[in-house]
């Protein structure tokens, strides 16, 4: 990858983080709450609404993810993964917990999000019930480096941990989790003339996660009684946001709730009559343009209402209504559309009708699909758009989404995202992955003739076997770009890593042997990962049009291990702290991460041989805060040395 290329992929991953960071920056400083009068009784139960979102009823049977399939090699048999992941929940007398939610997410606690990470189904997620123990278990779920578990009672604060790595088999034997009472939060909703709002919705939102239009995962919703009167019940502790709507009225977004086990906070909030704003989105030519998303966002309010946003109908109408009085910044975007810079007056005041926003159409790329070798054109396919950065250099993904096409003369077109150079990709089932030849965008001015030529591609086939020459069945074979590395910034990237290469993943059969077939023509790198062995890579590998590369036989090895236990300054064993073991030189890119047990201990397996630090942290180190886990972290660290097929103890002390 050439330096100006990845030059410009870092300044757009800081953009992305800083994005990130400038979004939670923007909240209230924290708010003095003052105590509720009566701390022995949290809410008059004749007046007192419901105090969390019910637990919903869960099926207790297991909910799995579904079967991983191999690719090219026995991908008549679904894998089926051998492993299990149990643990209890008590609360802080050591009692077992029953009725208790758990559920896997990928959502992992305390980690930064990329705003093009992807984000999970809630409603998709493996979720079950402890029992009368208070154990629950998971059976054949897809292994992960680590989920986040999140555990929901009415009775007790939410938690959230994270998971000890799930492999292909085993048991995984989290440490126990303990559910504690939350801090309490209540309240009246008013009007500006004193009157009580009945019926009002509140939402606690967590500050921990991005907010682009979904509802954060560990949001807790309650509403209003007859009387106005609402209340939070057994809130986790960190910062919140609190959100309160009704009918008639502005919504409000109040931020700088800082709470603290189970501390007892009062907190009125008054509502103003709604006002709205309403127009129209048209395009240079008075056009309607139908949904398109506005989005309103308040300047300047003490209690202003979050980002509202509402789609344009059919005319290119939108209203938004539920504003707080004041000044809005408002604009539009629609995927093929851009805002005219210069003729919209953004900033509007509510109760304001009438509002035009002009925008233009975005260039046209139009084209054909085609068999390569034949000329006939390809009827089912995907195209999307790629960056072009010169001759002999990678190309990047213009989206992480392909445009799904079904055309009987193979025709398409794309809506561009602006002035740039950029080439089609397009694939189809049979084919590899192939470009067309690179093309320039003017704004606003269409493109048309553009021809991908599908080709059937190239392959690479080989053998894995473990350090005595034996098959490893069920490995998994992963092709990527030959620069490619898996850390944190690539990760970071995404689907927009910069690559011409096709990224294949197939399992090896009984023998061991693999076939990643479809391959457009470029010079790979094989990833391949299985339990009980180290991850390996094979760089180097040319694939051309119609050949087979023969990888040979690829040695797996074993790695060593590094086991030991984290000890408070005290000297007491940390059940669920986070064990971190990252390689300082001499290694490819290592990060590895388990939980303790419930006695303190912890065991990191099959990790490469050299030098290593190895650090701990203490479980749900304030509620995920980055600058404590870094004081945790520093504290215990410990240099370390892993040889091929030993055992390295090293126990870990926290400081205070």
């Not at 643990?87 to 980690?111: C, R």
């Amino acid at each position: 990858m050439k330096p100006a290329l990845v030059l410009i992929l870092v300044l757009a991953a800081i953009g992305a983080l800083f994005f990130t960071l400038s979004r939670k920056s923007d909240k209230p400083q924290p708010v003095e709450l003052p105590p509720i009068s009566s701390p022995e009784t949290p809410t008059d139960p004749k007046t007192a609404t419901n105090l969390t979102q019910p637990v919903k009823a869960v099926d207790r049977t297991v909910q799995n993810t579904k079967p991983v399939t191999p690719g090219a090699v026995g991908q008549a048999n679904p894998i089926h993964f051998d492993n299990k992941v149990t643990g209890l929940i008590k609360n802080d007398k050591n009692e077992p917990i029953s009725g208790a939610e758990v559920t896997l997410t990928k959502f992992q606690t305390g980690e930064l999000m990329f705003l093009n990470d992807p984000r999970p189904d809630p409603l998709s997620e493996p979720r079950v019930l402890s029992d009368s123990d208070g154990r629950y278990t998971f059976l054949g779920i897809e292994p992960r480096t680590t989920y986040g578990i999140i555990v929901t009672h009415p009775n007790y604060a939410q938690a959230r941990e994270n998971s000890m790595p799930i492999g292909e088999s085993g048991t995984v034997e989290q440490a126990p989790i303990i559910l504690t009472s939350g801090g309490t939060l209540s309240g009246y909703v008013s009007d500006e003339a004193g009157n009580r709002i009945t019926d009002a919705t509140l939402h606690l939102d967590g500050e921990n996660y991005l907010q682009i239009g979904d509802a954060p995962p560990d949001r807790l919703t309650t509403t209003t009684n007859k009387e106005g009167w609402y209340a939070f019940a057994n809130v986790p502790s960190g910062p919140r946001t609190v959100g309160v709507s009704a009918p008639g009225y502005g919504k409000i977004q109040v931020g700088g709730f800082v709470f603290n086990k189970q501390e007892m906070y009062a907190r009125d909030f008054t509502l103003k009559i709604s006002e709205m704003i309403s127009g129209r989105v048209i395009g240079s030519n008075n056009e309607p343009v139908p949904d398109a998303n506005v989005i309103a966002v308040a300047v300047s309010h003490a209690q202003q209402s979050g980002p509202m946003q509402v789609k344009t109908n059919a005319k290119g109408e939108f209203l938004m209504e539920n504003l707080v009085p004041g000044d809005y910044n408002v604009i539009a975007n629609c995927a093929g559309w851009r805002m005219v810079q210069g003729r919209n007056n953004t900033r509007i005041k509510s109760n304001t009708a009438n509002v035009v926003i002009e925008m233009m159409k975005e260039a046209s790329v139009c084209g054909v699909v085609i068999d390569g070798g034949t000329g006939a054109p390809v009827t089912n396919f995907a195209v999307r758009l790629r960056f072009w950065y010169g001759e002999g250099n990678p190309t990047a993904a213009h989206s992480a989404e392909l445009m799904q096409v079904t055309n009987d003369k193979g025709e398409f077109c794309i809506q561009s995202s602006g002035p740039s150079d950029y080439v089609v990709e397009a694939s189809a089932p049979g084919f590899a992955p192939s470009l067309s030849p690179n093309f320039t965008v003017q704004l606003g001015q269409p493109v048309n003739g553009i021809v991908v030529k599908l080709g059937r591609g190239g392959s690479i086939t080989g053998r894995v076997v473990d350090p005595d020459g034996k098959p490893v069945a069920r490995a998994r074979v992963m092709t990527q770009d030959n620069t490619w590395t898996d850390d944190e910034f690539t990760r970071a990237i995404g689907p927009q890593f910069p690559t011409n290469a096709t990224t294949v993943e197939v399992r090896t059969d009984d023998a061991g042997r693999f076939v990643c077939s479809g391959l457009n023509p470029e010079i790979y790198q094989l990833v391949i990962t299985a339990d009980g062995f180290t991850p390996f890579n094979r760089t180097g590998l040319r694939v051309t049009e119609g050949g087979v590369m023969q990888a040979g036989d690829l040695k797996m090895l074993r790695g060593g291990s590094v086991r030991g236990t984290l000890f408070d300054a005290s000297g007491k064993p940390v059940s669920g702290g986070t064990i971190r073991l990252r390689a300082i030189d001499g290694i490819q890119y290592v990060n590895m991460a388990t939980k303790t047990g419930g006695d303190g201990k912890f065991v990191l397996s099959n990790a490469p041989a050299g030098r290593y630090q190895l650090s701990g942290m203490r479980a749900n180190r304030a509620a995920g805060n980055p600058f404590e886990e870094l004081i945790d972290s520093n504290g215990s660290q410990m240099n370390v040395i892993v040889a091929e097929g030993d055992v390295t103890t090293q126990d870990l002390r926290l400081q205070d």
